[in-house]
C-alpha cells in the first residue's frame, strides 16, 4: 500500500541542510516526520489485520454452515454463519473508518498514504463478496436454485 515518494528532495532532509543552532531543531523535526511516516504504514498493517479478521470471520462462517449443514433445523446453522458473515461485513466498514480516521490525523512525508476511496473500494469489496455469500446460504439448496 505505502509508496515511498519520488522527488527532488529527499524526504527528510532538513537536517542535513540545516546549520549551527537550528541543526538540532531541524533534526529533531525529521526524526518527529520519520515517526509519523512510520505511523502511517503502521495503521496500514493495522487495517491489512482487520482485513484478515474479517476473511477469517467469513471462513468461520462458511466452515460452521460445511460443518453442521445437515444441522435439524437448517435455518439455525444458516443464521450462525450469517452471523460470522455479517460481522466480517462490519469489520472491514469499521477498520476503514478508523484507518481513514487516523490517516486524516497525520501529514505524510517519504511516504504516501492510501487514499480514503481505495481503503472504502476494500472495504465495500469485502461487503459485496459477503453479501453474496449470505444470499447463497439461504437461497442455494444443494447446490441448485430449488424452490424458487
Do not use: C
Not at 541542510?17 to 515517526?35: C, W, Y
Not at 460452521?64 to 461485513?89: C, D, H, Q, S, V
Not at 466498514?93 to 484507518?99: G, K, N
Amino acid at each position: 500500500m505505502t509508496a515511498t515518494k519520488q522527488s527532488a528532495e529527499p524526504g527528510y532532509s532538513a537536517g542535513r541542510e540545516a546549520n549551527g543552532d537550528s541543526k538540532s531543531e531541524a533534526l529533531a523535526q525529521d526524526r518527529t516526520d520519520m515517526a509519523e511516516d512510520r505511523t502511517i504504514m503502521a495503521v496500514e498493517r493495522t487495517f491489512a489485520g482487520w482485513m484478515r479478521t474479517a476473511f477469517a470471520s467469513i471462513a468461520i462462517g462458511l466452515g460452521f454452515r460445511a460443518l453442521f449443514g445437515a444441522f435439524e433445523p437448517p435455518y439455525i446453522a444458516k443464521g450462525i454463519a450469517t452471523g460470522f458473515i455479517l460481522l466480517a461485513i462490519w469489520i472491514a466498514w469499521s477498520a476503514q473508518a478508523r484507518a481513514n480516521a487516523s490517516f486524516d490525523k497525520m501529514r505524510d512525508h517519504a511516504v504516501d498514504r492510501p487514499e480514503r476511496r481505495s481503503l472504502r473500494l476494500i472495504a465495500a469489496a469485502v461487503s459485496v463478496g459477503a453479501a453474496i455469500l449470505v444470499v447463497g446460504l439461504w437461497v442455494l439448496h444443494d447446490g441448485s436454485l430449488s424452490g424458487l
